[in-house]
Each structure stands twice: as structure tokens, then as C-alpha cells.
């Protein structure tokens, strides 16, 4: 073992928790108010002719950061397996900082002309150059804390930031839509959330101070040091396994929770504050749920856990899309969102949780960055430009739940050899 000894664990207490997780909640709050904004956005930095040619510019722009995460996880994950979790926490949080700054000081192209959009693509690189080493070194940190019998239970805290930052995130959008003029919200309001993401990062870097940190001194040593070839060599059937577990995690919860409320304001024709309340619901639904999930797979197992979720997410996805395009209405938004924001979350938990257990704690940042780097690179920052692509190409505006059903049932295929994790020691 080259992490905390069994004797040194202890139950993470809130402001440990609080302190491991800050920085993927500073992520999902940046990629909420983004993906809300979308519309206004792609307005600012890339006008075109057709609404919608737009509107794909902008959810291109939001997927380009995902371009960086996997550089940002094989370095930030490497430097986390080396020379500890912490530095490498307090690093990816600096970086966050600087991108998020520039998308709340970005000119638009009315200001710099063809600048603008490259302005706006650096900045979004840097925060996903930063986030694709967030996530291996914190839940790294998380579950090496935590006991062998609730690794679920406190892996899903990662989650729970998640949703309530999102759910932070649509509340400040909801309120600046409610304050805010028309005009107003697109000449300088829709900064405001990534100034408001700036301003949290001292807090965190302040907060993570008082952490201890698990990599052991041992695995320091040059000899003991990890390696992209360990990772690829002795793990590499392991890792583009769980890549593809990943993959249908990644799609429903950017489909469903982000992408949605824009679905909801361009295709259905739905007021941007309806669409907006429709993102403040699936972000509760999974802070509602994320511990549940996490319990249930300590107690069931990961492998059923995710197993049945995804069937039920599976035959549920195109009756909600048809009930949406029928209804058209608040209520009906709302009860969809709601419904597969439930699934998606059951089913997601576990198999984050699942993939940090796979990997040996000597080379487990790095191969979790990886694999997440890579996974929402490929799937996440392409499905919203997918989904808005299905309904131009095809004229319906259901063709995104077939895209949906698709990614959940490949993606389900890797529980048929990966083995059960939850009874593992970690």
C-alpha cells in the first residue's frame, strides 16, 4: 500500500469533505451558468445567420475545453501519483481560476472581431487542462479517507458537489434572468457567474491547507514513481473498459441535465426562466440522490446498481422526449427532467465510484484523470453538438433520446467482465 494506513483512516468529516470536493463543484458551476447561457453567448462570440449555427458554435466552444482534460490529466494525474494529492489539488484550482477569469473578462467579437471566439477557446483549454487533474486527485484523496465499507457513500459526495454547485449555478442564473434586463443580461450579465467562480477559488486553496494528505512518502521515490506505461502496459484493457462504462454516464447527465434546458428553449420554444427552473430541478434531483445512489451500491453493489438504473433509464428516455415534444409545457419540462435526472444519477455514482476503486492506489489519479479526461472529452464535450446536430440533420425533435438509448446500452456491455468492487479492499 502507498497510501494513509488502515490505522491513520478516519471518517471524513464535513470540512474534509467540503475541501476535497470544492474544486469539481467550481467546475459544474462554471459548465452550468456556461450551458445556460449558451444562447446568449454564442450571440456575443459567434454571430451567424442561422440561430442555430450558433447556438452550435457556442456548445462547440463549451465542448473545446474537453479537448484539454486528458493533457491535464496525464500531467496533473502523474504529478498527483508523484509527489502528493494536495499540491496537486491546490495547482488545478490556480489554473481554474485563470480560465475562468478570462471567460468573465473575454471581448466579444463585436470588440476584437475573429479575437473574441479565440480569446474565449484559450480560456475554456485552461479550464479543462485544469479539471481533467481535479477529479483523479481529489476522489483519489476522497476514498483513500474513507472506510472500505462506505467507499460508495463518500465517493458520491463528488457527485453531491456536482449537483449542488449546478444547482448553485441555475439559481444565479435564474436570479440575474429575473433581475436583469433582456439587454442587460447580454451585453455583461451573463459574467457574473464566472467573476462569482473566481472568487471561490482562494476559499478553496484556503480550506484544502488543513487536509492530510494519503500518498505515502514511499511512493514518492523515483523508483516507486508512477508511469503512463504502468498505466497503459499492466492496465490498458482496464482502462479503455472503463472508458466505455464512462461513456453512457457522461452522455445522459450532459444531455439531460445541461443540455436540456437549452433543448427546451430553442426547440420547444419554452421562455429562457422556464427552461432555466427546468435546470434548478435536475441539479436538486441529484443532490437528492447522489448519497442514496452511493448507499445503495455499498449495499447492493455497484455492478446490480448500475444494471438496473440503466435499464430503467434506457426503456424511460424516449416516452419522456415524446411526452416533451406533445406537451410543450413547464409541467411536463419539469416531470421529465426530473424523472431521468433520477436515473441518470443512479447509475452514474456507481460507476465513478466503481472506476476509482479499479486502479491501484500508486497509479489511481492518474488512471481515473485519464479515463475521465478522455471520457468526457469523446462523449461529454461532443453530446450537446451531437444532439443538436441529430434534430437538424433528422427534422425530430425526439432523435436525441435515440442517441441517449444507444450510448446507455453500449455503454452497459463492460459490466460483463469487469468484476464487483464494492466489497474490495481499497
Known amino acids: 500500500m502507498t497510501t494513509v494506513a488502515d490505522a491513520e483512516r478516519r471518517t471524513p468529516t464535513f470540512t474534509t469533505i467540503a475541501a476535497i470536493t470544492v474544486g469539481n463543484g467550481l467546475e459544474f458551476f462554471d459548465f452550468t451558468v ?51 494529492r494536495k499540491p496537486a489539488m491546490t495547482l488545478t484550482l490556480l489554473s481554474m481560476a485563470g480560465g475562468s477569469l478570462g471567460v468573465a473578462l473575454a471581448p466579444t467579437y463585436a470588440q476584437i472581431g475573429v479575437f473574441a471566439p ?58 440575474l434572468t429575473n433581475a436583469l434586463s433582456h439587454d442587460q443580461l447580454y451585453a455583461w450579465g451573463w459574467r457574473i457567474p464566472f467573476a462569482i467562480g473566481v472568487a471561490m477559488v482562494p476559499l478553496g486553496i484556503y480550506i484544502r491547507r488543513h487536509l492530510n494528505e494519503t500518498l505515502m512518502p514511499k511512493a514518492r521515490n523515483s523508483s516507486n514513481m508512477a508511469t503512463l506505461a504502468e498505466v497503459f502496459k499492466a492496465n490498458g484493457e482496464l482502462v479503455w473498459s472503463c472508458l466505455l462504462l464512462m461513456g453512457g454516464s457522461t452522455i445522459t447527465t450532459y444531455v439531460v441535465v445541461f443540455y436540456l434546458p437549452t433543448y427546451a428553449t430553442q426547440f420547444l420554444e419554452m421562455p429562457l426562466s422556464v427552461a432555466l427552473w427546468a435546470g434548478v430541478t435536475a441539479s436538486a434531483v441529484s443532490v437528492a440522490t447522489s448519497t442514496y445512489a452511493g448507499i445503495l451500491s455499498d449495499r447492493i453493489g455497484r455492478k446490480r446498481t448500475v444494471l438496473w438504473s440503466r435499464f430503467a433509464l434506457a426503456i424511460s428516455v424516449l416516452p419522456g422526449f415524446m411526452l416533451l415534444e406533445a406537451y410543450r409545457s413547464p409541467a411536463a419540462l419539469i416531470c421529465v427532467v426530473a424523472a431521468l435526472s433520477f436515473l441518470v444519477v443512479l447509475q452514474a455514482v456507481p460507476v465513478f465510484v466503481m472506476i476509482t476503486e479499479m486502479f491501484p492506489s500508486r497509479i489511481r489519479a492518474t488512471s481515473l484523470s485519464i479515463v475521465f479526461g478522455l471520457g468526457v472529452a469523446v462523449f461529454g464535450g461532443t453530446a450537446q453538438v451531437v ?38 479492499r481499497c
Not at 474513507?146 to 441555475?170: E, N, V
Open 34 to 84: 456556461y450551458s445556460f447561457f449558451a444562447v446568449l453567448i454564442g450571440s456575443s462570440f459567434f454571430p451567424a445567420k442561422d440561430p442555430v449555427v450558433s447556438l452550435m458554435l457556442a456548445v462547440g466552444s463549451y465542448g473545446i475545453a474537453f479537448v484539454a482534460r486528458p493533457i491535464g490529466g496525464v500531467i496533473l494525474g502523474l504529478y498527483a501519483d508523484r509527489a502528493g
Open 118 to 175: 479565440i480569446w474565449l477557446v484559450c480560456a475554456r483549454l485552461l479550464q479543462g487542462f485544469a479539471l481533467g487533474g481535479e477529479v483523479g486527485a481529489s476522489t483519489s484523496l476522497l476514498l483513500e479517507y474513507a472506510g472500505d465499507r462506505d467507499r460508495g457513500y463518500y465517493g458520491s459526495w463528488q457527485l453531491f458537489s456536482q449537483g449542488l454547485s449546478a444547482l448553485a449555478g441555475a439559481g444565479v442564473a435564474v436570479l
Open 387 to 424: 444532439a443538436t446536430w441529430l434534430i437538424s440533420a433528422t427534422g425530430s425533435h425526439i432523435a436525441p433520446a435515440w442517441y441517449l438509448i444507444v450510448a446507455t446500452l453500449i455503454s452497459t456491455i463492460p459490466l460483463l467482465w469487469l468484476t464487483e468492487t464494492a466489497d474490495k
